[in-house]
């Protein structure tokens, strides 16, 4: 156990920013994302785990501070220098005599920046820039805050699959802020669901899609044929311009199919769609507090 966490609340002022009641552990290897909307606590859950908010309740690890490195969502850096000398200064050591550190240079593509001022530098670039300084630390425990936050989709993809791949070998436990749901679908195998401050669920990221969603999701535009030509299928909650059938069954599956085929509708069949499984968890969650506040 890297990490656990449990009976916690934040509270600022008369406000409880988060409120943590049952354990959430992290383990060797975990690779948690943190999902929920503006407000929902995902921040302050970073701040509480590094002692930056004042907290009640339980955090315990066997980690030091040392051994926890933390990519924050805001990174500024001073301007009077290239930032190959703030990156050796931070770290404390040459490019040219670190071999790891030429090695990560190289792996995000970042040779032609190290001569540019931060402030000279696109919004990728400064992602990167952090990001080698986060990961020369090879921390057991690292967190990444809106990692690609501000960027554009090209860029971010880039970003997200140097991410995988260089984790991809390694036992290093992460922990994922992020708004992006196809970011979190390549590099969580947990997720933690917040909402206004509370947890709706914690767990293994198949398990909780086959949990709101069942085996598989078929998505569709939304029109008013399609909603009648899909009137007899069980379907999800989903953003307003899509359809999101629940398939239980690899027998439900091919008949939906089928039918899509032969009215020949474009579709999109999921097994880790994290957006339509957010908004299913939400919604359970929300229909479970107002049934127990109407008891």
């Known amino acids: ?59 315990r690890t066997e980690l030091t501070p040392e051994q926890i490195a933390v990519h924050m969502q805001f990174n500024e850096y001073t301007d009077t220098m290239p930032v190959k000398y703030i990156m050796e200064a931070i ?48 921390a057991p425990l690292t967190f990444y805050d809106e990692v690609t936050s501000g960027l554009d989709f090209e860029t971010r993809q880039k970003l997200v699959e140097k991410l ?40 293994n990221k198949e398990e909780l899609f086959r949990k709101y969603c069942g085996r598989a999701v078929m998505v569709i535009d939304y029109s008013k044929d399609n909603e009648r030509l899909t009137k007899n299928y069980k379907k999800l909650a989903s953003p307003a311009h899509l359809i999101a059938l629940s398939c239980e069954s690899e027998e439900q599956e091919k008949e939906i ?25 939400k919604e359970n969650y929300e229909k479970a507090e107002g049934k127990s506040y109407a008891e």
């Open 1 to 59: 156990m890297l990490l656990s966490i449990q009976n916690l609340t934040v509270r600022y002022g008369q406000d409880t920013a988060l409120s943590i009641q049952k354990p959430i552990v992290i383990e060797d290897g975990d690779r948690v994302g943190v999902i929920g909307s503006n407000g929902a606590g995902k921040s302050t859950l970073i701040k509480s785990i590094l002692g930056l908010v004042n907290y009640q309740g339980t955090i």
């Open 91 to 138: 770290l404390d050591t040459k490019i040219s005599k670190n071999k790891k550190l030429q090695d990560l240079i190289a792996y995000f593509e970042f040779e032609d920046c190290l001569r540019k001022k931060f402030t000279k530098l696109s919004g990728g670039q400064k992602q990167r820039f952090t990001i080698i300084l986060v990961m020369m630390q090879d």
């Open 164 to 203: 995988v791949d260089w984790y991809k070998e390694k036992d290093s436990s992460l922990c994922i802020v992020s708004h992006y749901y196809e970011e979190l679908e390549q590099l969580a195998n947990k997720l933690l669901i917040l909402d206004k401050g509370k947890v709706i669920d914690f767990g």
């Open 257 to 281: 199919t089928e039918l899509f085929l032969k009215n020949n509708i474009n579709y999109k069949r999921s097994n880790n769609d994290i957006e339509i499984m957010y908004i299913n968890a």
